[in-house]
């Protein structure tokens, strides 16, 4: 078992270019996508910001760059990272820091996703290697349209399968002045995903909807400038009367709540298979009885459901019925894949996809089908 940790954009394809094994690669190593044992590449010595304009709300950053180190940076300009990563530590007991590269290289997306969207609808730019040591580039600093292949959309997502991200450049957004979270209580769970889906239909810019079965809380934030945000929460507490009163948490409170909604930190401590499941909204509750999830947390209104089960199970059967897929966050089972089986047309074009880009396939071999 070799590790290799290059500290130049050169060094990793000189290292990809000479190995004739497969390579996991890992950014900080903290979401647990692969497994320890084989060789591995981490890309967490490729670290710094290289470019920042706080102005032009864009940044360029090394891919080993801690997300934390992008925060700091961010919020002295009084700017952040708008898909809201998750910091997945905590719920996987993995350690590390997590990565801006890994964050793009898995798209990695927050509660604030249903507002302003996913991870890769902000990166811009990406360098990476290729699976034959290619160093490639695509995207610049700035937004503009262009023809052709989006390789930049393509590697965010792609778990390293593609090609080794070393560089990204991406846009930021000014940190909202304010921010608080309506909280229904005691709603069930059809209920509370119908006060969700309201709520997401109503003119109020809703930034965060989450329920939480477990605390019997229904959670939906706002954000904004001050006045804004006193305006908006009125007038949402009076859209949702037939739901309850709905209780108002202030800006401390809710930015307490919404970082343990993001990171999941409720299953923290749970001997368990952690999933993650993407569905229709409006089906999650039906989703979640047919799959008899020991405990749940629904997100993006009930598009995004977190659910814990038995070593072993697979709830992709039961899930088949309503459509949607679901992915292995934590626990190990060598018959059921991590990832949703993809149907046989789009398994044909990925895999015309990663000849390009991997012919030997030797980069996460295995992971995505």
């Known amino acids: 078992m070799n590790i290799f940790q290059p ?17 996991s690669v890992f950014g900080g190593g903290t979401r647990g996508v692969c497994e320890r044992g084989g060789n591995s590449l981490e890309t967490k010595g490729l670290s710094g910001i290289i470019d920042y304009q706080p102005g032009a709300l864009t940044m360029i950053a090394q891919a080993g760059t801690p997300l934390k180190e992008i925060a700091a940076a961010l919020d002295q300009e009084g700017q952040r990272l708008p898909f ?27 509660p604030r996703r249903i507002q302003v969207g996913a991870a890769r609808d902000f990166l811009l730019g990406v360098r990476f290697v290729d699976g034959s040591g290619n160093i490639l580039k695509s995207g610049g600093s700035v937004m503009k ?47 509370a995903i119908d006060a969700l889906t309201t709520a997401m239909n109503s003119p109020f810019d809703v930034s965060g909807a989450a329920h939480a079965p477990s605390e019997k809380q229904t959670y939906l934030r706002i954000e904004g400038f001050n006045e804004s ?4 929460t009125e007038k949402l507490q009076a859209y949702l009367k037939k739901f309850g009163e709905a209780q108002v948490a202030n800006a401390s409170q809710s930015e307490s709540l919404w970082s343990k909604i993001r990171n999941v930190d409720v299953f923290a ?3 368990a298979d952690i999933w993650k499941l993407s569905v229709k909204p409006t089906a999650a ?16 209104s009930g598009g995004l459901i977190w659910g814990t089960l038995p070593k072993g199970s697979n709830p992709r059967q039961p899930l088949s019925k309503f459509g949607g897929h679901a992915t292995r966050v934590r626990g190990k089972s060598g018959s059921i894949p991590k990832f949703q089986p993809q149907s ?6 990925s895999e015309k996809i990663r000849s390009k880009f991997d012919p030997r396939r030797i980069l996460n071999a295995g992971l995505m089908g």
Do not use: C
Request: avoid cysteine.
């Open 7 to 23: 500290k130049t954009e050169a060094e990793v394809a000189q290292v990809i270019r000479e190995t004739n094994r497969g390579l």
């Open 84 to 110: 809201e990563p998750m910091d997945s530590q905590a719920m996987l007991a993995l350690g590390g820091s997590p990565t801006i590269g890994g964050a793009f290289a898995a798209n990695i997306s927050g």
């Open 145 to 191: 349209n262009v023809t052709g292949y989006d390789l930049v959309k393509l590697l965010a997502g792609s778990y390293g399968t593609l090609g080794v991200i070393t560089q990204v450049a991406f846009k930021v957004l000014p940190i909202a002045e304010t921010q608080s979270t309506l909280i229904l209580e005691g709603l069930d769970d059809e209920t």
């Open 229 to 232: 945000v006193l305006y908006r």
């Open 269 to 271: 401590d749970k001997d």
């Open 285 to 300: 509750p039906k989703i979640v009885s047919a799959i008899g999830f020991n405990q749940h947390l629904y997100d993006w």
């Open 344 to 349: 046989p047309l789009v398994a044909d074009l």
